[in-house]
């Protein structure tokens, strides 16, 4: 792998910022100042929070609606938010919340026990009425609730099959966001063209391609907004997104490329935000057919990747090299022993021999965007090569991000069009999140997880299971770690890198801060010639 020619990046870039600077003095002054314009990676794919998936999504899920829960400003730490308080039963099965008074869904419908109960009776209930409105695939995440009760109109009690460590930071998901219940019915699978929540914005439109527009909802329960709208503008291009924000046409790029990081990190007018956050890069390996069903050969496609080269160069210090599935922002339950795999050609080349897999033809697919993805298609052309540096010929097939998501989430497969990799990336806000739902038995595509790769180990069912079972801290950790050990050493997946977020904003706006979950929350962010 080279390293980025710095010089190139410069003269590209500075190709950007005159063009933009031209067009850029007339336009910026067309967006009013309390509108605050959010460049994303790609269009969403729905905004109905139960159906959704990706965090481009949840960065405006989490403006339009709110959930019993949330986690802190700043960290993965759990606060109430439409729930004022909740406790907990002495056998840790039964969690009673106790909702705000008061609220109510932009549709003017009151916020209720009922409509928590419809919420999440709708994503596991497959007779509930508003099942069709689906499908529903996080609903995974709560496979651990029994029943949900509405004791009365301001109280509600989730009772859980076992106790399950994971379940707050799940609530706090978009996928535990609370939906109304008349406006969900009314609408079925147009709810998420058309949503409805009590957040601190509601939905104004949707152009397709264009932009979604939110605006500020008076009668939030935690304040008026800052800002009388927000325009989400999906820009798939990273140098459109760069080009975009020189021009002045948007406030907040979220997902900027590396090279155009650097630009803004010594330009006047603009600031980098940055926040650490549990993500993890990697490629899905498919266990159930082709070449590396073999675990040698997933040993040598993990040692065969240069993460420290991609990690600098490609990436450009936005990523550090991934050692295992648990990120270095589970500070709590990360292992800093935890070896991995380096680079070692040598042995690469030695395992593909053992395995009589010199020469094997592998399919990547790659995705040309999307969140967290980072820089897809170049991390895809690095691998591809580092590959081909121990022998493995390896063809890429891109796709545009959500017609991404829709072939590697049904599977890589066992057919004639099967694919032997995909690239894929998650940010969760649990240590039990990623692997229960892309590695678990019970999480292949058929039955509604995301287990691509087909990977089935019941030594790793047991761990998770029991890890989510542990109210001792200490326990759970030491189990996840084990799950951890036992996920490197089968490798059913190749880890690469976990990414920093980073966010480019304008000098003019206030009040900007990434969240450790990968979302924005906007409702105090305003510019500072708003009123």
Known sequence: ???????????????????????????????????????????????????????????ILVNLYDGLVRTKPGSLEIEPALAESWSLSEDGRRYTFRLRAGVRFHDGSPLDARAV???????????????????????????????????????????????????????????????????????????????????????????????????????????????????????????????????????????????????????????????????????????????????????????????????????????????????????????????????????????????GAEGARLTLLVAEGGSGMLDPVAMGTAIQADLARV????????????????RVNRGLGEDADMADMAEMAWMTNDPDQLPSLALASDALPGKGGFNAGGYANPDLDRLLDEARRSTDPARRRDLDRAAERLVVADAPFAVVVHGKQAAVVREAVRGFALDPTFTARLAGVRKREGP
């Open 1 to 59: 792998m080279s390293p980025a020619c710095p010089a190139l990046v410069g003269l590209v870039l500075a190709a950007l910022a005159a063009a933009a600077g031209v067009a850029g003095r007339a336009r910026a002054a067309e967006v009013p100042d309390d509108v605050l314009v959010v460049g994303q990676s790609a269009e969403p794919a729905s905004l109905d929070p139960g159906v959704t998936t990706a965090t481009n999504d949840a960065r």
């Open 117 to 355: 109960t419809f919420t999440f009776g709708r994503l596991l209930e497959p007779a509930h009425p508003a099942a069709a409105t689906g499908p529903f695939p996080l609903a995974f995440l709560f496979r651990a609730v029994e029943r949900v009760e509405a004791l009365d109109p301001r109280t509600v009690r989730f009772t859980l099959r076992q106790p399950f460590a994971p379940f707050l930071a799940n609530l706090a998901t978009p996928t535990g966001l609370i939906v109304p219940p008349g406006a969900v019915m009314a609408r079925g699978k147009d709810f998420g063209r058309n949503p409805v929540g009590t957040g601190p914005f509601r939905f104004e439109a949707w152009q397709s391609s264009r932009k979604v527009t939110l605006a500020r909802n008076p009668g939030y329960w935690g304040g008026p907004a800052a800002s009388r709208l927000v325009i989400f503008r999906p820009l798939a291009d990273p140098n459109t997104r760069a080009t975009e924000m020189l021009a002045g046409d948007v406030d907040v790029v979220a997902e900027m490329p590396p090279d155009a990081l650097a630009l803004f990190r010594h330009r006047a007018g603009f600031s980098v935000a940055e926040a650490v956050g549990p993500h993890l890069w990697y490629l899905i390996l498919n266990m159930r057919a082709g070449p590396l069903r073999d675990r040698r050969v997933r040993e040598a496609v993990n040692w065969a990747i240069d993460r420290r080269a991609l990690a600098e160069h490609v990436l450009q210090g936005t990523a550090v090299p991934a050692r295992g599935i648990i990120a270095p922002a589970f500070a709590g339950t990360y292992d800093p022993d935890l070896a991995g795999y380096g680079h070692d050609p040598a042995r690469a080349r030695a395992l593909l021999r053992e395995a």
């Open 391 to 406: 022998g493995l010929d390896v063809r890429l097939v891109t796709y545009e991000w959500n017609a991404y998501l829709a």
